[in-house]
């Protein structure tokens, strides 16, 4: 049986799917009590449970993601004549761009996934990589892939909560976050920790995942496209683009870009998502069977469902212009950090 090549780049095999740091029989109940969280908004209220239940997302899907999009968890603007793998590294290397990253650096990845921006930041800047992710599924994943890549010395994995991170005060020459800062409760709590531990004058560089000015919240087709993104993407509640922009101001950021890399002249980045569609359903057989002959633990047809159903509302998102994975923001915390840094303490102690 031919199960073992991925949807779109070589890597994870279908016979490995599990979940993650889960035991096989696990795997199902996880789900149902992922899901069940989405069911009853008080919970998504209950903002301490987040980084729990983003775990638990984590350990549902990163093997999926790993088999049928690559190790890179994040979209990028299609480039006509460039491959997946190619247009994933641009996007990432305009983040060590804009960060003006050379060797020596010493730069945080704030929510890595298993490593693939900070594989290709390092290797483009030779500057020293620290990741940190709420899951340690990922961390044993990054460090492997980074092992393997040669790049172990530049790349540093830890697990743990980008709310509380286990780093000095100052201790950064620049940060950045792909796709990442959507998960946290409070985005002021991540936006005032990335302060805190960044240098004075340095900068953080994020991809945002937002709603943009199209978004109408009376209109109930976007407010289900954006309901069922925040369900299959583990979201406790996505902000408009005017709102990241504001609470990086309120922790003290001077604000020195803000701009959705979506926008024309850019091309669709729900292209690949789109393009993919019979892949995923052929994937979706391959899991049904793996699952039949007791290969795929039980519950991992379900979160494969979920996610297809995820990958259709994206694509909404993108299409109707309501919603962006990639709203850039430049920030830099002012070298006089004395001031700033009372307005993040501030800003933390009324969220
Ligand atoms: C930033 C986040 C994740 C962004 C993307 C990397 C993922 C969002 C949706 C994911 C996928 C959807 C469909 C899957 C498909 C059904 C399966 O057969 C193969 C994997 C998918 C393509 C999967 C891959 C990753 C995504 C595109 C969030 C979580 C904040
Ligand atoms: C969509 S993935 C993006 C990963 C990576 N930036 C990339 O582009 O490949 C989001 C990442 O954020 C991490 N994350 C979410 N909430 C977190 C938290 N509270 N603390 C640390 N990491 C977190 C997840 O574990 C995951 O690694």
Not at 67 to 76: D, K, P, T
Not at 194 to 213: A, D, H, N, Q
Not at 250 to 259: A, N, P, S, T
């Amino acid at each position: 049986m031919c199960v073992a090549g991925s949807a779109e780049q070589k890597g994870k095999r279908a016979v490995d799917l599990g979940g993650g740091s889960l035991s096989r029989g696990e795997v199902a109940g996880n789900y149902r009590e992922y899901a069940a969280f989405f069911d009853k908004p008080q919970q998504i209220a209950a903002k301490d449970k987040v980084p729990k239940l983003v775990d638990t997302f984590y350990n549902l899907v990163t093997d999926i993601y790993e088999w049928g999009w690559g190790q890179s968890f994040h979209f990028s603007p299609a480039v006509p004549g460039v491959g997946h793998r190619e247009e994933t590294q641009l996007h990432e290397k305009y983040v060590a761009d804009l960060l003006e990253l050379g060797p020596g650096q010493r730069v945080l990845d704030a929510g890595c996934g298993v490593g693939g921006p900070m594989r290709t930041i390092a290797a483009h800047s030779g500057s020293n990589v620290v990741g940190i992710t709420i899951n340690d599924y990922q961390v044993a994943r990054a460090r492997s892939h980074n092992s393997k890549a040669g790049l172990s010395k530049l790349c540093e994995v830890i697990c743990g909560d980008f709310l509380h991170m286990p780093f000095g005060d100052d201790s950064f020459d620049a940060a950045y976050s792909i796709e990442a800062t959507c998960h946290a409760p409070q985005l002021r709590d991540v936006y005032a920790e990335i302060y805190r531990v960044l240098k004075p004058g340095k900068l953080y560089v994020s991809y945002e995942w937002v709603t943009t000015c199209k978004y109408q919240a009376q209109d109930p087709e976007h407010v289900k496209i954006i309901h069922e993104i925040e369900h299959g993407n583990a979201l406790p509640g996505l902000r408009s683009y005017k709102q990241v922009v504001e609470i990086a101001k309120e922790v003290g950021f001077e604000v020195l870009e803000d701009r959705d890399l979506a926008l024309p002249p850019a091309h669709p980045w729900w292209t690949r998502l789109k393009m993919g569609r019979l892949a995923y359903y052929r994937n979706h057989v391959v899991i049904a069977l793996l699952s039949f002959l007791g290969i795929a633990p039980q519950g991992v047809f379900e979160v494969h469902e979920m996610l297809f159903k995820t990958a259709m509302y994206l694509t909404r998102g993108g299409e109707t212009g309501i919603f962006s994975p990639m709203h850039l923001l430049v920030c830099r915390k002012p070298l006089d950090g004395g001031d700033a840094a009372t307005a993040a303490t501030a800003a933390v102690a009324s969220s």
